[in-house]
């Protein structure tokens, strides 16, 4: 690491000297805006620029190219922070523009602006300041949360149409999944949001890691829900009161994780890691009552029910997932 000697001009400003190698390299010349951003750590970041930086394009070949290949293609460009990606062939096929647009739906940002026989031109149109990491964040738990309740409220109801709305709900988190990768790999390599002085890049590491268990909460609520499309006897109410015990826990387990994640809170995580204990007993006892060959259940409602407590038990463990994130947080923060 390079240092830089402090001097005092005008009586109240200071200044420092650039390196000139660095400078060199990314076009600093006298005259030309820096910019110039406090950090939470106390650090300064400073930007070449603060004007309009040129667009990121990349050009990828998917001659005989398709299905989840091409889909995974489109995903690495995109996670790569590419501002336009040309897709290109001597002959696009049909069933290529086809995945294109569908995994272009699925990602926030990404639209295709420009197509023809040979060439698929496609520009990612977010802002990434209108949406931050804390913003997906939030916005992707509470998806993934009322996912969770609506998904027990239509197994009670034997709800056809909430199941499906539950089941449609899991692209928006994974959406949101995504673009938070996104934002994460572009602070890592140096750009900075609006928001960027809110919090450190430990603290930005902490939402993006968990991400991942808010996510596999979403794909459990969507677990739930299919069942429900797929069960045609209704739960028996005594069963079902004791499935709604054990899912209110788990749904008070996750937002005290996320509760104690966002305020660093090392006592509040401790409390939601001692309830996924409980969480765990309660299903063990469930699952000693009910599933036996003295059970009331049917045999479609026994498999069904086995899906939904694992289920309910992986939510709860997630939510401990997020709630040991929160305590490293805490330390951190110390």
Request: glycine content about 4%.
């Amino acid at each position: 690491m390079e240092t830089r000697k402090v001097q005092q001009t005008g009586g109240s400003t200071y200044i420092i000297s650039l390196p000139k190698q660095w400078a060199d390299k990314v076009g600093i010349a006298p005259g030309i805006r820096v910019g110039v951003q406090p950090q939470p750590d106390g650090k300064l970041l400073i930007c070449p620029t603060i004007d309009s930086k040129p667009l990121r394009k990349k050009t990828i070949d998917i001659t005989n190219i398709t299905g989840q290949a091409l889909e995974r293609d489109v995903i690495a460009a995109y996670l790569a922070g590419y501002d336009i990606i040309e897709f290109v062939s001597p002959k696009i096929m049909a069933e290529q523009k086809k995945i294109l647009r569908t995994i272009c739906y699925k990602l926030i940002g990404p639209e295709i602006i420009e197509e023809n026989s040979n060439s698929v031109l496609v520009q990612d149109l977010l802002n990434p300041n209108d949406l931050s990491i804390k913003k997906a964040i939030q916005r992707m738990y509470l998806i993934s949360n009322s996912m969770f309740c609506d998904a027990v409220i239509a197994l009670k109801n034997c709800d056809l149409d909430l199941a499906t709305d539950v089941d449609e709900r899991d692209d928006e988190v994974d959406r949101l999944y995504l673009v938070i990768s996104k934002q994460f790999k572009s602070i890592l390599c140096g750009t900075s949001f609006l928001d960027t002085n809110e919090a450190s890049v430990e603290e930005y590491h902490d939402f993006r890691m968990a991400a991942t268990p808010i996510e596999r909460i979403a794909d459990h609520s969507q677990k739930i829900a299919r069942v429900v499309l797929s069960m045609k006897p209704k739960i028996d109410p005594e069963t079902m009161d004791e499935i709604e015990k054990i899912s209110r826990l788990a749904k008070q387990t996750s937002e005290k994780a996320m509760d104690a994640l966002y305020s660093s809170n090392a006592k509040l995580a401790n409390q939601a890691i001692d309830s996924q204990k409980e969480i765990n007993t309660l299903i063990a006892k469930f699952t000693l009552e009910k599933f036996n060959n003295n059970t009331k259940l049917s045999f479609e409602n026994v498999l069904a029910l086995r899906v939904v407590m694992d289920s309910i038990g992986r939510i709860g463990d997630y939510s401990m997932n997020i709630a040991e994130i929160a305590i490293n947080a805490s330390i951190e923060s110390k």
